[in-house]
């Protein structure tokens, strides 16, 4: 198993950065796909990057790609979410997840979810 836990959130301008960070428990983070969702107010949770277990492969949503990053450092057990040219419709709560297994867009199929960090991005 895996316990995780997201920081970095908080309030910003349009066109500001943050940079999120998930915190995992364990000792087998590299056998993990990792994954950043997020759900804003009176929305579905929407897949937003995921990258793989080695962090040779990242993926990206459209809405996204071009201004996130998605990164992993496997001896910190920490996955990272650069985020750039933040837009008033970034705002949403970003969660981490964890699977065993190949990368995939489905939240049902992340076993591990942090408890979410708050993203607000002011216009």
Not at 20 to 34: E, I
Request: hydrophobic share 35%.
């Amino acid at each position: 198993q895996v316990q995780l836990v997201e920081s970095g959130g908080g309030l910003v301008q349009a066109g500001g950065s943050l940079r999120l960070s998930c915190a995992a428990s364990g000792r087998t983070f590299n056998s993990y796909t990792m994954g950043w969702f997020r759900q804003a107010p009176g929305k579905e949770r929407e897949f937003v990057a995921g990258i793989s277990w080695s962090g040779d492969s990242t993926y990206y949503a459209a809405s996204v790609k071009g201004r996130f990053t998605i990164s992993r450092n496997n001896t910190k057990n920490t996955a990272i979410l650069q985020m750039n040219s933040l837009k008033p419709e970034d705002t949403a709560v970003y969660y981490c997840a964890a699977r065993i297994g190949t990368f995939t867009q489905a939240m049902g199929a992340y076993a591990y979810w942090g408890q979410g960090t708050q993203v607000t991005v002011s216009s």
